[in-house]
């Protein structure tokens, strides 16, 4: 609820989704690069963001690897 000063949702997962539609639209004509080939990387929460992608259907077929350092699934993400 904005209203009350918390975040109204986490955006993140759909951001990243966002960009990697974009790098496989993008990447043969700007890099010569293959867009069956992209791979996500993350450190700490980013690992854990990365890896969250594993398992999202919205996000099958958007990219070959995932890399996390630092992080796993298993992180709590809400605060109190």
């Known amino acids: 609820d904005s209203k009350a000063g918390r975040a109204t949702?986490?955006?993140?997962?759909?951001d990243i989704q966002a960009c990697l539609r974009f790098l496989r639209r993008?990447?043969?004509?700007?890099?010569?690069?293959d867009p069956d080939r992209l791979s996500l990387f993350g450190q700490s929460s980013g690992g854990g963001l990365a890896l969250?992608?594993?398992?999202?259907?919205?996000?099958?077929?958007?990219?070959r690897g995932i890399l996390s350092q630092s992080s796993g699934p298993a992180v709590s993400w809400k605060r109190d």
């Open 9 to 14: 949702g986490n955006y993140a997962l759909t």
């Open 26 to 33: 993008e990447v043969k004509r700007a890099f010569n690069g």
């Open 52 to 63: 969250m992608h594993a398992f999202l259907p919205s996000s099958r077929g958007l990219l």
